[in-house]
């Protein structure tokens, strides 16, 4: 039997040297129409070094709006804390530890690990006793009180001998032993097998220097960071002073922020006018089909886009900005072979697009539009058949503007 094992862990080794070797496989999404995919050689200084089989390309980074690295999922790990930032990266952590420097932590996940992270950057940690042992009802509540932070002081949620007791505290630090609190004028460590949760007080958010990507590991943490490089199958994210590395076979996608692009469900629209169908009341979501589940066509699960109901109309605010409207549509997967949905897209009051009625059985469709010197940009999912309103569900898949000419978009 351990000469099984040793024969497995080899094998291990062996196949995590040839990855680390040959690099990771990504498919990189333009900004505009069409993808590469390859072996990701590097990412430095804003440019991405790809190997295809036909030849060897060096892009700009702004160039595509994703990378997915299809590594192994992690989904269903128990870490010891579970850390949000003030940002909205949200961590699965396997240790704290405190960093060099006042007020700085270290902390160590499922393949990375963060150097140098403020302590100001934290909103909340929360403790894998608390997540195993917490009722539901306690659950919501701290959920609640994550998404409204304190602002003067820190609120503890301290566990003994079963029982829950919060405190207002002031978090001074946090290392392997547990978190350094102050309370009145005594300053004491509380030890982490007695912390269920901590929220830190929110502070005003910093000003925005640059876009920020969005990083999404196999483990399910997200983070954000400023800037992107990856050398020998490690990437290096910056957020300020913090350094995050993580191993590439860890990635499994990277979502790149620039001004080149920007998708409406990122955007705020400047108005929604929405008709209920038989009195209910269907409003558009973002990122999310309007029934709440994945935004889905023909098989396949876009992160992005917009979900919307017959008959709605969202107009977004451009200020001439843009020069392309980029979108795959059709109606949801989850209307089946029903649905009657008619698309229609306006710049400024001007109609570039109507299509005939999509039903469930009708393929998505792609879209590009010239918006060159639009002020305002309109979408409307109309009726095809009013007769048909469980499976009027449309999607506009990854709906976004882009500047520059189509040429400098696409492959």
């Not at 999922?73 to 405190?98: H, N, Y």
């Not at 958010?205 to 399910?220: D, G, I, M, N, S």
């Not at 009051?349 to 059985?361: A, T």
Request: with cysteine; net charge negative.
């Amino acid at each position: 039997m351990k000469a099984l094992e040793f024969i497995a862990g080899a094998l291990l080794l062996v196949a995590a040297a040839a990855f680390a070797a040959e690099g990771p496989r990504v498919r990189g999404l333009r900004v505009g129409e069409g993808h590469e995919e390859g072996v990701l050689l590097a990412i430095e200084e804003g440019r991405v070094a790809l190997r295809t089989e036909a030849e060897e390309l060096n892009l700009a980074l702004e160039d595509f709006r994703e990378l997915s690295l299809p590594g192994p999922s992690m989904t269903g790990l128990d870490p010891a804390f579970r850390v949000r930032l003030a940002d909205g990266s949200q961590l699965k952590v396997r240790s704290i530890e405190a960093a060099d420097g006042p007020e700085r932590v270290r902390l160590e996940g499922y393949g990375w690990w963060a150097e140098g992270l403020p302590l100001e950057q934290v909103r909340s940690v929360v403790t894998r006793r608390f997540m195993r042992e917490a009722a539901p009802q306690d659950v919501e509540r701290f959920e609640a009180r994550q998404q409204s932070p304190p602002r003067a002081r820190d609120v503890l949620l301290a566990v003994r001998d079963g029982e829950h007791a919060r405190a207002s505290v002031v978090v001074t630090g946090m290392s392997a032993e547990g978190l350094a609190a102050t309370v009145g004028d005594a300053t004491r460590t509380v030890p982490w097998n007695r912390v269920g949760w901590v929220v830190l007080a929110g502070t005003e958010a910093p000003e925005r220097r640059e876009p920020r990507h969005t990083v999404e590991l196999a483990c399910a943490s997200a983070l954000r960071a400023e800037s992107l490089a990856l050398q020998e199958s490690t990437l290096t994210a910056r957020v300020g002073t913090a350094e995050y590395s993580i191993a590439a076979h860890r990635l499994s996608r990277v979502e790149v922020a620039s001004d080149a692009y920007r998708y409406l469900s990122d955007m705020p629209p400047e108005s929604i006018e929405t008709e209920p169908y038989l009195d209910i009341a269907w409003p558009p979501r973002t990122d999310a089909s309007v029934t709440g589940g994945p935004l889905r066509l023909d098989g396949a699960t876009y992160q992005k886009g917009l979900g919307m109901h017959a008959r709605t109309r969202m107009n977004f605010a451009l200020d001439g900005a843009y020069d392309r409207f980029y979108a795959t549509v059709g109606v949801d997967d989850a209307a089946g072979p029903e649905g009657s949905v008619v698309f229609r897209v306006l710049a400024d009051d001007r109609e570039l697009l109507s299509l005939e009625p999509m039903s469930g059985e009708a393929t998505a469709r792609p879209v590009s539009l010239d918006i060159r010197e639009a002020e305002r940009l309109t979408l409307i999912t109309d009726w095809g058949d009013p007769f048909v309103g469980s499976g009027n569900l449309a999607v506009w898949a990854e709906a976004r503007v882009a500047r520059g000419r189509p040429s400098e978009n696409c492959p």
